[in-house]
């Protein structure tokens, strides 16, 4: 992930040449929801990379595809579901994939018993 301060930023007149819409376009999105550009300190709307990518899928969806803009927005909020249920999925198989070493260190003898004064030593075996 890169930190903010080396992000691209592209101003609207940028994006609107690159992508062949028209500004007013991209400020409907905004208003619509579908497009959330940073803003500068003198309120200029600026689109980062991220950005960019969105508005890539919103002009597929709608341009490629015939989707009207109510469409364009369940289909980004089921998007967002799906990437929020991907990262809980990845979180997860993490966590099982820690305890089932776990489980095979401690099927191996290599368990850890508690101390008398806190923390954790190795066991003995019996």
């Known amino acids: 992930m890169s ?3 080396s ?3 592209h101003m609207i007149s940028w994006v609107a ?3 062949d819409i ?3 376009t991209l400020r409907l999105y905004e ?3 579908l497009l959330r550009p ?3 300190e003198g309120n200029t709307r600026l689109y980062d990379n991220e950005a960019c990518e969105r508005l890539e899928f919103i002009l597929t969806l709608t341009r490629d595809m015939g989707v009207n803009l109510a469409g364009v927005e369940v289909i980004l909020k089921m998007k967002e579901q799906i990437d929020a249920l991907t990262q809980q999925v990845a979180h997860l198989q993490a966590l ?3 305890e089932t070493a776990r489980r ?4 191996r003898g290599n368990a850890l018993a508690p101390r008398p004064a806190g923390g954790l030593v190795p066991s003995e075996e019996e």
């Open 38 to 40: 940073t803003r500068s």
């Open 17 to 19: 040449a690159r992508y």
């Open 7 to 9: 992000r691209r930023y």
């Open 96 to 98: 099982l994939e820690r």
């Open 3 to 5: 930190s903010s301060s």
């Open 104 to 107: 095979t260190m401690i099927g």
């Open 31 to 33: 208003r619509e929801g």
């Open 22 to 24: 028209h500004p007013q």
